[in-house]
């Protein structure tokens, strides 16, 4: 090979690669990101000051502004978290100074919808990292936005020492995401998305997310659309609940006298993440979003009855097999990863409807016949325990989804659908009888590129056949968040919903359509409708 055509050669394979763009002003300085394979990637750029000293506990700040181009290529760091749900997250850090978003893009000059997307992972773990945009980019024509945002006990915690201080408080990781929604309004334009059609979607937490977005006033003027993805039907937190556990957080961390507030600050991070939990559970200290009067001034289920939200369309469901996630995960945890037994699935029962389990926020403790109520309904066959615990946790999240389908849909456009491609690759190891079927979290992989939970997930690359349902999914995202209607601008096939008729898509090769009423019966709706607490 000659040396000219090896130089030749060279020059091609930079050109086949990554590329530094050209650096894009913000309006907190100029940012340089780096192109590949049609996409520009703006990665690990601060949107707000590191919330270390004394900005811990405080509502986000202004980010200090610079003038030379700063570098994009890298993700931020991924915020404190200790708990990683086997395979989903991690790795566990004790960091503060987490609060950065990256930006994808295909087309600086252009005015295409923005997606501004929230990671999952039980506000108490995960990150942005692993959400690579590339497909909703080139395919669906979106900008979209990633971020990480304040979790667990950083990011959701209330003490009456520091709630009393006269700044807003508790939900500080909503506030974060309230604070990357402000720059995407200031700055999307500098990046070829239009500020005037924000769509916001989160999975699992970054759905429950997104509802709290909808239904804080904060959020008003900031978002055009919203996307709840197997989420965003959890009752908030009381804030009498929420600072009676950060009381006990803060006795087990010894500031229980004097300046309990600057006690508090002073902790060492790591202790703080210690507090939160282990690799396999969260502490009692820890919990979600919750009612400050505020940012979220009424609980959601009232919020959307009453009309008092962003009424904005919406896009909403779960995945046919929800309950194999939290499943799976209690197998990776057992010694030698055993297969799960009966008492497994009465354990889980137990944790979440047995005794005091009512979520707080005003709401009553679930009867003490509940557990064996559902046990009745889902007993454990010779499927195994894990099918029984799938069938029961799955239909619990349906029927959450359709009973607070009427009161949006009252008000705004709403679109429901069922994840239901049992195919779907699992990025948990292979466990002895673990089926993963269409488990929580596995149509993330179907909207972006390479998705596999976090550093400890097995990779994940798509089939022919999944590939395909891929385009049609990353196709009625981006019409949604083009138009606010998944067909794009027809009636067909994904029906609006309505209580009479067609209401439901289910997402797999079929592509169908579904009653109200067959989803009624196949998730036995009418039984967890008398079970469940919404209000």
Known sequence: MGMAFRKILFAALLLCGPALAAPVATTEGPVEGVANQG?????GIPYAKPPVGDLRWMPPQPVAKWTAARKAGQFGPTCAQVTTLGPFAGPPNSNEDCLYLNVFTGDLKAKRPVLVWIHGGGYFDGASNDYDAAKLVTRGKLVVVTFNYRLNLFGFMAHPAIDAEGHAFGNYGIMDMQAALQWVKRNAASFGGDPNNVTVGGQSAGAGASTAIVVSPASTGLIHRAIFQSGGYTPFAGKATAEARGQKFATSAGCTTGDIAKCLRALPAAKIAGLAGTASATSPFVGGPMLDGTILPRQLITA?????????PMMMGTTADEGNFNAGITQYFKPGRAALTEADYRGYLQRTYGGNAGPGGGLPAYPKTTVEAVLAQYPVTKAGAQMAWDSAH?????????????AIAGRAPLFMYL????????YFPKMPGYQPLAYHTADIPYLFTGYHGGPQGLPITLTPAQAKLSDRLVDAWANFARTGNPNGTSDAPWPRWKKDGAAYLVQDAGWTSQTNAEFTAAHKCGFWNKILLYK
Do not use: E, H, M, W
């Open 39 to 43: 996409v520009i990637r703006f990665l």
């Open 304 to 312: 959307f009855q009453s009309g008092a939200f962003n009424q904005v």
């Open 394 to 406: 799955s239909d619990a999240q349906a029927c959450r989804g359709q009973y607070t389908a009427p």
């Open 419 to 426: 994840f239901k491609d049992r195919t779907a690759q699992s």
